[in-house]
């Protein structure tokens, strides 16, 4: 099972490039790899879609374009978006 504290280190890194934009780290990157690996399941990626929203949701400055392109910037097929107006139970 996916929880959010996993998910949370997971993508720790990456808060200033989702804040700020530019290039995600190595280390960001390596992040959303591990969360596309934990996310096998349906039910894997809502809860890994919902832990993703809940932390979103904790920083008004993201910027949800930055986000939403982390997957393609870090050249990882990510079948969670990152965004905070996710309907994750669509997944």
Same mark, same amino acid.
């Given at each position: 099972?996916?929880?959010?504290?996993?998910?949370?280190?997971?993508?720790?890194?990456?808060? /200033?490039? !989702?804040?700020?934009?530019?290039?995600?780290?190595?280390?960001?990157?390596?992040? @959303?790899?591990?969360?596309?690996?934990? *996310?096998?399941?349906?039910?894997?990626?809502?809860?890994?879609?919902?832990?993703?929203?809940?932390?979103?949701?904790?920083? /008004?400055? !993201?910027?949800?374009?930055?986000?939403?392109?982390?997957?393609?910037?870090?050249? @990882?097929?990510?079948?969670?978006?990152? *965004?905070?107006?996710?309907?994750?139970?669509?997944?």
């Amino acid at each position: 099972d996916i929880d959010c504290k996993t998910v949370d280190s997971a993508l720790s890194p990456c808060i /200033p490039y !989702l804040l700020g934009g530019g290039t995600p780290t190595t280390d960001c990157c390596k992040g @959303v790899s591990a969360i596309k690996d934990m *996310s096998t399941t349906t039910d894997n990626k809502r809860n890994a879609c919902k832990c993703v929203k809940t932390a979103a949701a904790r920083y /008004p400055s !993201l910027k949800d374009e930055v986000a939403q392109a982390l997957p393609d910037k870090c050249q @990882v097929k990510l079948d969670i978006p990152i *965004s905070r107006n996710t309907n994750c139970d669509a997944i």
